[in-house]
């Protein structure tokens, strides 16, 4: 069977001041260019197979996963359905802030604007039907988001609410999963 590997972007100047990124395009610091490096000399130390990067179109991911791609010299495309999700009015807002807290309990809340919860897993869940059904034994690469990192280790996991609430990946970390 195939198998995924997922991780998170580099480093962002949000992530450093603690805001939401969401949908919202914010580049790396040069922290995170560095950490994208980095992850693509731990891939061929390591030996890892990787036969395709998918990534989200946003440029935190997409120069995220372009550093592994020339480091490596594994093939990349983007793919649109890793895009973050849309927190509406949280964007740029403080990442633990008590209303943002309370709203994310309610999957089908659209934060005035943004998307819900369930239609994110919808197109996440989707694209892992779409690369489970592909893959046979070909091994890919995302490079998305925090938010994306709970959906997909909640399509090969069962995780009760709080456990979903509560997971995610730190930048440039890898997890792998097997179809």
């Known amino acids: 069977m195939g198998q ?14 603690n805001k939401i990124c969401g949908a919202t395009d914010i580049g790396l610091t040069e922290l995170g260019h560095k950490q994208a490096e980095e ?3 731990k891939i061929l130390k390591e030996g890892i197979k990787i036969d395709e990067i998918l990534y989200s179109p946003l440029s935190r991911a997409a120069d ?10 594994i093939p990349m495309r983007e793919e649109i359905r890793l895009k973050e999700q849309n927190f509406g009015k949280y964007e740029s807002t ?4 008590e209303e943002f807290e309370e709203a994310k ?5 659209h934060f005035d604007g943004g998307e ?4 994110m897993a919808q197109r996440i869940y989707n694209l892992l039907d779409d690369l489970k059904k592909e893959s046979g034994e070909k091994t890919y ?5 925090n ?16 456990e979903y609430a509560a997971f995610g990946i730190k930048n440039c970390e890898i997890l792998k999963y097997e179809f």
Do not use: C
């Open 141 to 145: 690469l995302l490079v998305a988001h």
């Open 105 to 109: 309990k309610s999957f089908i809340n």
């Open 94 to 97: 403080p990442r633990h802030g």
């Open 4 to 17: 995924v590997y997922f991780t998170r972007h580099g480093q962002t100047f949000w992530n450093v001041e």
């Open 39 to 41: 992850l693509g000399q």
């Open 147 to 162: 938010g994306i990192s709970r959906v997909v280790n909640s399509y090969f996991h069962d995780m009760t609410n709080e």
């Open 116 to 119: 819900s919860m369930f239609e």
């Open 64 to 73: 995220t996963a372009k550093h592994i791609g020339k480091v490596t010299g």
